[in-house]
Structure formats: C-alpha cells, structure tokens
C-alpha cells in the first residue's frame, strides 16, 4: 500500500492511501503531533494492514502548523528509514489540492532532508530579542 499523510493541522492528522495514483480511503484523525503513531496504527488496523505493508509515503509538508509539520515530518522521516521505503513530499493546503499534485505526478522522491512549508515564520526564537 501506499499511504498518505497530511500532518498539517496541531489538532488532527488526514491519513489516506494512494491507489493507482488516485488518493483514496482518507480519515481525518483527531489527533495532537504526539498521538500521530497511535493514529496511524489504528488506520492501518481499520484498513487490514500493517506497517510493513506500507510501500511507499506521500508526505504534506505543507503550508500548515510549524509545530504539527515538524512532528510529522520527523515521524514521516523516520518511517522511510525504519521501512527503507520511498518518501514523496505533496504541497497543498487541502483535499483537493492534494489529489492534484498526486494525480499531476507533482510529489517528487525524497533526496535529503525534509524541509516543511509553514503557513508563516515561526517566531519562537524572535521573542524577547
């Protein structure tokens, strides 16, 4: 299977899976970056798969929350490695642009590291300066 992340948003997590290059079977998971796995190991249950059947991951990077982006990313990361899978990275803000740019062939694979797209500047580190 091939499975689609969208971790954009610090409340819930949008999970699907790319078929014949179409996005399919997507659930808006209400989860915080920190319950991302929990999310995930429940989608997969929900549609009789399991980690080592994932073959490939389609990642947002975004536009989306700095904090929610980064997790995800990192788990996203970390999956490719664990599962030496192909990562495509997807822009867009939503469903519909998201199905664009798998069906436009748009994702391109992963070479480095992954570079997340913020809806604006984080400001963590300007505060107090």
Known sequence: ????????????????????????????????PELLLPALSGYLKRHGETLSSIEALFVVRGPGSASALRSGLAHAATLRFVLDIPLFL???????????????????????????????????TQKGM
């Open 1 to 32: 299977m091939e499975l689609f992340l969208a971790p954009t948003d610090i409340r819930k997590v949008v999970l699907g899976q790319v078929v014949g290059g179409e996005l399919q079977q997507i659930e808006i998971v209400p989860a915080p």
């Open 90 to 124: 997807v822009e867009g803000g939503d469903v519909p642009a998201w199905r664009e740019a798998i069906r436009a062939r748009t994702p391109t694979p992963l070479h480095g590291f992954l570079t997340p797209l913020y809806e604006r500047l984080p400001n963590i």
